[in-house]
């Protein structure tokens, strides 16, 4: 293992309160209200609504990493598979978001075959570490939200590359 990819795991254990958890619902919750009005305003199709609501999901939790980029990049080599072997992906991750979220929002055709690969790609990590029980801090809202990596860490990959690979077959 790397320097950079040692981790002290105590230092990395979400704490799971409810505070946290409400903290989590409430970004949550201003994701599906903003891609709500988005749709309202601009959009005629499911398919709008699934843009939209990827878009600010996207842009949001990419916001929440760059408010502590060491942070996040410290939790997230601890589960990305990508991230581990590359310290530069990781600190890139929520760059890449962002860009995401934006394509999506102005209408990019070609979003999707990105965002499939990378979440399919993030599930497997998130997935690897639920089997092994690892008990490290999810860094999907940076370190704003102190929540554990759970199954809604993979329930929240898992949907992105759904939708993605809705819009890339329908």
Request: aromatic letters at 18%; glycine letters at 8%; a neutral charge.
């Given at each position: 293992?790397?320097?950079?990819?040692?981790?002290?795991?105590?230092?990395?254990?979400?704490?799971?309160t409810?505070?946290?958890?409400?903290?989590?619902?409430?970004?949550?919750?201003?994701?599906?209200?903003?891609?709500?009005?988005?749709?309202?305003?601009?959009?005629?199709?499911f398919?709008?609504?699934?843009?939209?609501?990827?878009?600010?999901?996207?842009?949001?939790?990419?916001?929440?990493?760059?408010?502590?980029?060491?942070?996040?990049?410290?939790?997230?080599?601890?589960?990305?598979?990508?991230?581990?072997?590359?310290?530069?992906?990781?600190?890139?991750?929520?760059?890449?978001?962002?860009?995401?979220?934006?394509?999506?929002?102005?209408?990019?055709s070609?979003?999707?075959?990105?965002?499939?690969?990378?979440?399919?790609?993030?599930?497997?990590?998130?997935?690897?570490?639920?089997?092994?029980?690892?008990?490290?801090?999810?860094?999907?809202?940076?370190?704003?939200?102190?929540?554990?990596?759970?199954?809604?860490?993979?329930?929240?990959?898992?949907?992105?590359?759904?939708?993605?690979?809705?819009?890339?077959?329908?």
């Amino acid at each position: 293992m790397h320097d950079h990819q040692q981790m002290d795991h105590s230092q990395h254990e979400g704490e799971g309160t409810p505070i946290e958890y409400l903290k989590f619902a409430g970004v949550i919750l201003f994701i599906v209200l903003v891609s709500l009005f988005l749709y309202n305003q601009f959009g005629n199709s499911f398919t709008d609504w699934m843009r939209y609501f990827m878009g600010v999901f996207f842009v949001v939790f990419a916001g929440f990493k760059f408010l502590d980029l060491p942070g996040f990049v410290s939790s997230y080599i601890g589960y990305d598979i990508i991230a581990k072997r590359s310290m530069f992906y990781a600190q890139s991750y929520p760059f890449i978001e962002l860009a995401l979220g934006l394509m999506y929002l102005f209408g990019s055709s070609w979003v999707d075959y990105i965002t499939l690969p990378l979440m399919t790609i993030g599930a497997i990590g998130v997935l690897q570490q639920l089997l092994k029980r690892s008990k490290i801090k999810c860094a999907c809202l940076g370190t704003y939200i102190k929540l554990p990596l759970t199954t809604v860490s993979l329930v929240e990959y898992l949907l992105m590359g759904v939708m993605a690979a809705y819009m890339i077959f329908m």
